[in-house]
T-cell receptor, first 114, second 118 residues
Framework: AQKVTQAQTEISVVEKEDVTLDCVYE???????LFWYKQPPSGELVFLIR??????QNEISGRYSWNFQKSTSSFNFTITASQVVDSAVYFC???????????FGTGTSLTVIP | GAGVSQSPSNKVTEKGKDVELRCDPI?????LYWYRQSLGQGLEFLIY????????KSGLPSDRFSAERTGGSVSTLTIQRTQQEDSAVYLC????????????????FGPGTRLTVL
């Protein structure tokens, strides 16, 4: 069975601090895809990143970076120098190579305090 | 271009009534998903449409839930005889297709419909 766990329910940081959001997944598939989405207070989920299981190269996009480690089944997300606009709920998700379902974690609510 | 739109944005209904929720996907997107997001929970998959193929209904929680997608575009999620536990935000997402390609399987979400069953 597939499962995505985001153990951190809520995180608060002061502006300009770095913060890492954890994501641990379970699957027996050898090929799968991992995603991060941001859900700001407005409610609409915004796609952030997609990662293939066969590509463990870490990725950096501006203040965002992702650390994918198959050995620990983790796909963690770090925001550097956090800003108030980063306040949102962040979801990690897994998609199998077959079938149509996405498996979402329960989300981490990030509050950046000015 | 226009994103995924959903209507209504909010719906309050009485227990036992039927409700219809509408999703208008991004033009040209052949794949359409419905999810339910309850308070403090992640997104729960409900149903998936891909082109003219039979929908994947494996996530529907009961036979009170059904969905249609007419003409491969607009989709309607219907909940019959609503119960209080149906209260949630119902999210719709679309993608170009459903495959192992980063171009096609990334989902784009609508703003959701907040359903409250009294």
């Amino acid at each position: 069975a597939q499962k995505v766990t985001q153990a951190q329910t809520e995180i608060s940081v002061v502006e300009k601090e770095d913060v890492t959001l954890d994501c641990v997944y379970e699957t027996r598939d050898t090929t799968y895809y991992l995603f991060w989405y941001k859900q700001p207070p407005s409610g609409e989920l915004v796609f952030l990143i997609r990662r293939n299981s066969f590509d463990e190269q870490n990725e950096i996009s501006g203040r965002y970076s992702w650390n994918f480690q198959k050995s620990t089944s983790s796909f963690n997300f770090t925001i550097t120098a956090s800003q108030v606009v980063d306040s949102a709920v962040y979801f990690c998700a897994l998609r199998r190579n077959t079938g149509n379902q996405f498996y979402f974690g329960t989300g981490t609510s990030l509050t950046v305090i000015p | 271009g226009a994103g995924v739109s959903q209507s209504p944005s909010n719906k309050v209904t009485e227990k036992g009534k039927d409700v219809e929720l509408r999703c208008d996907p991004i033009s040209g997107h052949t794949a359409l998903y419905w999810y339910r997001q309850s308070l403090g929970q992640g997104l729960e998959f409900l149903i998936y449409f891909q082109g003219n193929s039979a929908p994947d209904k494996s996530g529907l929680p009961s036979d009170r839930f059904s969905a249609e997608r007419t003409g491969g575009s607009v989709s309607t999620l219907t909940i019959q005889r609503t119960q209080q536990e149906d209260s949630a935000v119902y999210l719709c997402a679309s993608s170009l297709a459903s495959s192992g390609s980063p171009i096609t399987d990334t989902q784009y979400f609508g703003p959701g419909t907040r359903l409250t069953v009294l």
